[in-house]
């Protein structure tokens, strides 16, 4: 199968209805957000949604809010190492999904497990906080674009980045121009999700699909009523999830986005019309 032309993708159809997820059990590997906005506890949000079980593993601790960010400070090799080496999963209907990682040696160690466990894992290639405040404590960005390029993502069943992280992964400034974009993406080293809340105006809202193979614009969602910490974490575990459950990728994504956007309309808070990060 051929991708379409990056400028004309294909358009999705995919219905949007949420459903459970019972048997499926979620490997999220992330940080902890003390204000329980983003991180492993909008993690556990999406799996306690999908009557799915989970596993949490701890890749660092922040100090952040909805105020800002202040720091973060990675779990010590030595007892990520051993967490790790105790961890019990289901044989099957088990899928990793990673968040904030964090360091270069919980990165390696995300993929070494999956790969050992023979779970598949879906990354969310967290770069900064809401906030901006960089979420690899130690590392220049451009040690963090090789470590995700050449370690991380070509062991992915599949990633989900926004606007900038796609951006900063294609060492470019932007991407708003749609050919670019879609470029972007067919030159990641694996399949991809490209969420649409960072898109410019014209496209903002539409998630991107890239199959490895096929190109796949879905419909856009409408403005959000207020601003939801932790949407992209919430996006990646429900998309894992749909791929544990056997939903094709394409769906698996529409589902997603469909949670979120429930999510956004139910939740409280200041109206802000913004879309997902």
């Known amino acids: 199968m051929t991708s379409p032309p990056p400028s004309s993708p294909r358009r999705s159809r995919v219905p949007t209805t949420r ?3 019972d048997g499926v059990t979620l490997v999220a590997i992330g940080g902890l957000d003390p204000s329980g906005g983003a991180g492993l506890a909008a993690d556990l949000d999406a799996v306690y949604a999908h009557r799915a079980g989970v596993r949490l593993v701890l890749t660092a601790r922040t100090a ?7 720091a973060a400070w990675p779990t010590p090799p030595a007892e990520l190492d051993e967490v790790l080496a105790g961890l019990e999963v289901p044989a099957a209907r088990t899928v990793a999904k990673s968040g904030m990682l964090a360091s270069a040696h919980a990165a390696r160690c995300a993929v070494a497990w999956s790969r050992q466990a023979g779970v598949p894992l879906v990354v969310d290639p967290v770069l900064a906080s809401s906030s901006g405040g960089w979420l690899w404590p130690g590392l220049a960005p451009a040690a963090v674009r090789l470590l995700l390029l050449h370690e991380i993502l070509p062991h992915a069943a599949v990633c989900t980045p926004n606007g900038p992280e ?8 932007n ?13 990641l080293p694996c399949p991809a999700v490209l969420k649409g809340g960072h898109a410019p105006q014209e496209r903002r809202g539409a998630d991107w699909v890239w199959t490895g193979t096929d190109g796949i614009e879905l419909p856009p969602w409408p403005p959000w009523r ?3 910490r932790g949407s992209g974490c919430r996006f990646a575990s429900t998309l894992a999830l749909g791929l ?3 939903l094709p990728l394409v769906a698996a994504a529409r589902a997603a986005g469909a949670f979120v956007a429930h999510r956004a309309r139910t939740a409280n808070g200041p109206r802000v019309g913004r879309y997902r990060s």
């Not at 952040?64 to 202040?70: D, I, N, P, R």
């Not at 991407?175 to 030159?187: F, N, V, Y």
């Open 19 to 21: 459903q459970a997820h």
């Open 64 to 70: 952040q809010g909805s105020s800002g960010f202040a």
């Open 166 to 173: 796609l951006a900063f992964l294609a060492g470019a400034a």
């Open 175 to 187: 991407l708003d121009d749609p050919d670019a974009a879609w470029a972007a993406l067919r030159a």
């Open 226 to 228: 207020v601003n939801l």
């Open 244 to 246: 544990a459950d056997g």
